[in-house]
């Protein structure tokens, strides 16, 4: 089979990290990633003949979780897309089902029809990306998402303790991403407005730092 390529983006892809992301993750979630992709996954309100989009899937543990609750004989799919072609693969290696595809492609310009999905999920992806690319990733969204359908982003917000300040403003400086900056200052609820989609609400937060927002496409 050929090689992937990643695809041009202004993002910060991973194909660096994807060999140890899946040792590191779990390390990052704080022991608590089965129950952070549980409620991003019950919060999707998943019916077996949907299909899902996974925006920034990474190496796709949340798309599989997802694949699991869908009928591949009824239509269901879930797609995870990544810019990082080396993310893709290692998800195409370790997480294929037969309702699960991983692609790699830019969630600011997405290869799918007007209306071709049900929900549309991100985890962790939308701090890798500046304004401009926030913006771009949630207006592609509305355009591929079915009127009712739901969108649900997971990702760093305004901080609200005092552990979850000193780790999203350390991260923001060691990791010198002022795409994190935007986040916790709090730039996506109003991003989600601006791409059309009424005022999101915070379903969950973790560790302080990450707010699980979720809203539908009118
Ligand atoms: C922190 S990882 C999150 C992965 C996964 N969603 C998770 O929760 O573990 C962020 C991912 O976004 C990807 N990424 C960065 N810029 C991107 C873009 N413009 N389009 C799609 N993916 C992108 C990176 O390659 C990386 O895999």
Redesign the pocket.
């Known amino acids: 089979m050929p090689n992937l390529s ?2 041009p ?7 660096h ?2 060999s140890i ?1 899946d040792l590191v ?1 779990p390390l ?1 979630l704080l022991g608590k990633q089965a129950e952070y ?1 549980r409620d991003i996954v019950n919060l999707l309100e998943i019916q077996p003949t949907d299909r899902i989009l ?10 599989r979780s997802i694949a699991d609750r869908l009928d591949a004989s009824a239509g269901g799919q879930a797609v ?5 072609a080396k ?1 893709i693969q290692v998800a195409r290696d370790k997480r294929s089902c037969p309702t699960v595809w991983f692609t790699p ?4 310009v997405l290869d799918f029809e007007d209306e071709s999905f049900d929900a549309v999920v ?4 939308f ?3 500046d304004a401009s ?1 926030k913006l771009s ?1 949630i207006k592609e969204s509305f355009r591929v998402l079915r009127p009712g359908g739901k969108l649900i982003i ?1 990702d760093m917000h305004i901080p609200t303790t005092f552990m979850g300040a000193l780790i999203s403003h350390v991260s923001r400086w060691f990791f010198m991403q002022p795409q994190i900056g935007e986040n916790i200052r709090g730039i996506l609820p109003e991003l989600m407005v601006q791409a059309g989609f009424p005022e999101p609400s915070i379903e969950a937060r973790y560790f302080g730092y990450v707010a699980v927002f979720a809203t539908r496409k009118p």
């Open positions: 990643s695809v983006t202004t993002g910060r892809t991973l194909d990290a994807a992301y993750e990052l992709e996974d925006l920034g899937c990474g190496t796709g543990t949340l798309t995870g897309i990544d810019a990082a993310m492609m830019a969630a600011e991100s985890s962790l992806f701090h890798h990306v690319l990733a997971a």
